[in-house]
């Protein structure tokens, strides 16, 4: 993970991506364009810097940081339009790979993921991209559940189905451990607070006057309170993180083969990476989504080449 906060430290984030011509870059590593890989790694770089510059303040003077942490989202939204601008569809331009294991979907699949990853990194670091891209009026701008419901989780899940068409055997294996760290990361469960209810305590005795009581206490003292309708609290839906709950242990079974098929090491640290932060998603207290991933390796010390 190191490697993916430093990368690219020559090339200025908001620089142009030069597009190669699609059908000379193919490579089971970049799938069909590397073009999306260098989005990904320049997007990977942006929040590893916003999130460090967050916990550790450059300078004494709070305008100076808050110049450099706009400075990063407005270089986030670069590549966050040129993600979207990416044209991964030039089929017929792609040749043959002449490997029965890696065909060229897999290739396409490839490029796929890592554009979806780009997408899923920066709306996790820098919300505000899916504020201005959607137009959201300023309450749904801060219900931080929503962004997650609607737009987060829903690329984390996408990108876990892109994994599920990727064979263990195929020759994008190498891409699989840090693709599946990035799913991981959007893989949050939903918040769900049920308030509890406390009994009604009646505040007589049996043999107390019923003249001196209002006429709540009469009720509950008539055993008539309980009839009455009452405003009922949503129940929580059983089903509600079972696709994020399923997307999980997809991404556990997968690493674990992984480790059978690559050097186990980085992607046993992938691994602890994935628990880690989704141990850290559910131990929050509350729906504000605070939690960072990044936050988490670096606490931790998960770090490999894998992400």
């Known amino acids: 993970m190191e490697e993916l906060g430093d990368v690219e430290e020559a090339v200025p984030v908001t620089a142009p991506v030069t597009a190669d011509p699609v059908e000379h870059v193919p490579h089971p590593w970049t799938g069909v364009s590397s073009d999306s890989y260098k989005l990904f790694m320049r997007a990977m770089k942006l929040c590893h810097k916003f999130r460090r510059k967050i916990r550790k303040p450059q300078d004494m003077f709070a305008s100076a940081n808050i110049s450099a942490a706009m ?132 505040p007589f005795s049996q043999d107390a006057s019923l003249e001196d009581c209002d006429m709540i206490n009469y009720l509950d003292f008539a055993g008539l309170h309980d009839e009455l309708p009452e405003e009922s609290e949503p129940e929580p839906d059983p089903d509600a993180n079972a696709g994020i709950m399923a997307a999980r242990q997809f991404l556990h079974e997968r690493l674990e083969t992984l480790k059978t098929v690559l050097p186990p090491k980085p992607v046993a640290v992938a691994q602890d990476l994935t628990k880690a932060i989704w141990q850290a998603y559910d131990t929050e207290q509350c729906a504000k989504y605070a939690t960072h991933w990044i936050d988490v390796m670096d606490s931790r010390n998960l770090k490999s080449n894998w992400g």
């Open 71 to 202: 400075q990063l989202i407005e270089e986030a939204a670069v590549v966050e339009k040129q993600t979207c601008d990416l044209d991964l569809e030039c089929r017929e331009t792609i040749g043959e790979t002449n490997d029965k294991k890696t065909p060229n979907q897999h290739l396409f699949n490839v490029a796929e993921a890592y554009r979806q990853s780009t997408l899923l990194q920066l709306y996790q670091t820098f919300p505000e991209l899916i504020v201005r891209r959607h137009e959201l009026d300023e309450s749904q701008a801060r219900d931080a559940q929503s962004l997650w419901d609607n737009w987060i989780t829903p690329i984390a899940l996408n990108l876990v189905g892109i994994l599920k068409l990727l064979p263990t055997d195929s020759g994008s294996k190498m891409t699989q451990p840090l693709l599946c760290v990035s799913a991981s990361t959007g893989l949050r469960r939903k918040h769900i607070e049920v308030k509890a209810t406390a009994p009604r305590d009646v």
